[in-house]
């Protein structure tokens, strides 16, 4: 039986978090108006990370995202290999193992393939460099912590947490890591999609004034999920299903919906005062989480963020990813208009074959590793990890919300001592969780007769 130490630090100061860079590639700051002189310019991105040392890296967590990854990070440049996998099933293994031999050529030896709740801590020992961490997020803030310990270089996907607890030994993990001179690269994308970052810059610029509001959805289909088999334990019917505990994902409100709430955050610049939300369950058949969430967002400057999320079949499906401004309105991946709604700017993606254009945008699940492996072999650290964490921690804020039915301060949600799921994990173990709809308030009662 493996067993992950809960952080439960001091949480950093907020004056000390202010000191930690988002380093590389993915840096822009955020301003509401700017002489030529002061204007951001748009960072160079490299189609493929330069030359130098061979890097290893081992798989932690070998499902589909893992797997993809684990591809994207060989499609980053040369002389880049994956030498280990780490997941709690064995057939997790077998397939990532048959898929990178099928798509790479790449063969990773059995005394290499690690099975078993500590199957991280192998990986890290394996001889590696680079430790990418694709479980079920409830496992990051731990996987995250020993590999920092251990000076690996981390990606890490989205969320990086599912609860306050997590997040904050995230930000821990990432202050270490800056003094470590370690790269921490998110699987929040788009803060290395070029379309998305010439847009951000544009607004943070000042194109379309002071920004006022924001409007964010995305509503979309049911994710998948899987019924019980008679010879699976608690621990891994849970674990099989894990997109549907919000001790396991956070919900989709954290595991999916936090790409659109980054966005959000990256072009307001800092993190809200409040959140008020709502959500509730129609057609889920699985695990204890919503369909739905909406959820309003203030700011200590007064902008008020209207989110919502649906994850339901048969419905019109939508995402929006809007900042309105004092003269105009930005679509986040790649338009701005002014306040009548005529177009005033759009990204010029390049006609379909050309491919030597400035404005090319490179897969963006590409993008990120060839960033990551380029701030190592530069020695110039990218780290991004206290962005990932604040836009982790207003997902769950909202989430908190949802299922009190209660108002949520930022100050509360940064003091919260919530800790989901087990502090030690077992197949044989009887921990188990209901799955039972979170109910908000409390029940109705009956007229007087």
Known sequence: MGTIKNNRRQFISKAALGTIGIIGATQIISSCSKSKKDEKKLPELLD??????????????????????????????????????????????????????????????????????????????????????????????????????????????????????????????????????????????????????????????????????????????????????????????????????????GDHIVEQFIHEIDVMNWHIGHNPVKATGWGGRQRRVSGDQYDFFSIEYVYENGIRANCSARQINGCTNKKVERITGTKGFADCSGKLYDLQGNVIWEYPHPQEGETDSKWKVTNPFVQEHINFVSGIRTGKPVNDAVAQANSTLIAIMGRISAYRGKDVSWEEVMNLDLYLGPKTYSFSSNYTIPEEIPLAGVANKPANS
């Not at 790449?106 to 393939?113: A, F, G, H, S, Y």
């Not at 801590?121 to 997020?137: A, F, M, N, R, Y």
């Not at 270089?153 to 270490?176: N, Q, T, Y």
């Open 48 to 249: 493929q990370a330069p030359a130098g040392k061979a890097l290893k890296a081992g798989l932690v967590g070998c499902g589909g995202r893992g797997t993809g990854a684990a591809l994207n990070f060989l499609d980053a440049g040369s002389d880049l290999e994956i030498v280990a996998l780490g997941d709690v099933f064995q057939d997790k293994i077998d397939n990532c193992k048959a898929r990178l031999k099928e798509k790479k050529g790449v063969e990773i030896p059995d005394d290499k393939c690690f099975v078993g709740f500590d199957s991280f801590e192998k990986v890290i020992d394996s001889g590696v460099d680079i430790v990418l961490l694709c479980t079920p997020p409830h496992f990051r803030p731990a996987h995250v912590e020993a590999a920092i310990n251990a000076r690996k270089h981390v990606f890490m996907e989205k969320p990086c947490a599912v609860d306050p607890v997590g997040a904050r030994s995230i930000l821990v993990s990432a202050k270490k890591a800056e003094s470590m001179g370690l790269s921490i690269v998110s699987g929040t994308i788009r803060r290395v999609q070029k379309d998305y970052m010439e847009t951000q810059r544009k607004v943070s610029n000042g194109e379309i004034g002071e920004i006022t509001s924001a409007n964010i959805i995305r509503n979309g289909g049911a994710l998948w999920y899987r019924n019980r088999r008679p010879e699976w334990s608690d621990m891994e019917y849970m674990l099989r299903n894990w997109v549907n505990f919000c001790w396991l994902s």
